[in-house]
């Protein structure tokens, strides 16, 4: 992520290590993060890094805004993941189509093989997590580690 001064640093960490981990839909909003990402320090982040914080902020729609003027395999990326929590479950995969081979999804499906052997598996499983209510919790937990990985490259 971006080198932050530690007093802008502070308030950032504070915020997204007390965030509810990210649902696979809409939600749930953050407004600690609303509030941050509303603020001066937000522009301490790139745009993407910014679409990401949108993301676990739980604001979707200003998340879209940003990754879909981005167009690298990263900006791509973002704009699986909104289309993916939005439940536009095709239009996830084009956008993941898009981002190639990347070493984040390489990297989730060597940590978690059994639920994400590709982007496009991962989003039918995500598909059927909210259709049925199986498996949420464990798609949550690979949502959670493919944002902190990106977030770490945008």
């Known amino acids: 992520m971006t080198d932050l001064a530690p007093t802008v640093a502070e308030p950032w960490f504070a915020a997204i290590q007390a965030a509810v981990l990210p649902g696979l839909g809409d939600g749930p909003t953050n407004r600690e993060l609303v509030e941050l990402l509303e ?22 729609d200003r998340s879209h805004s940003i990754s879909q003027n ?22 996830a995969k084009y956008w993941f189509h898009r981002v190639g081979r990347h070493s984040i999804l390489s990297d989730l499906s ?32 690979v949502q959670w580690t ?4 990106l977030m770490n490259v945008s």
Not at 146 to 149: M, R
């Open 146 to 149: 493919e944002w902190q990985w």
């Open 70 to 91: 981005e167009k690298s395999p990263e900006g791509s990326f973002w704009h699986g993941i909104m289309h993916r929590r939005e439940g536009d479950f095709g239009n």
């Open 110 to 141: 060597g940590r978690y093989p059994e639920l994400h052997s590709d982007a496009d598996e991962f989003v039918d499983r995500v598909a059927h997590a909210v259709r049925t209510g199986e498996q949420v919790e464990a798609c949550q937990q």
């Open 39 to 60: 603020g001066d320090s937000a522009k301490s982040f790139t745009p993407l890094q910014r679409s990401g914080l949108w993301l676990l902020a739980g604001d979707l």
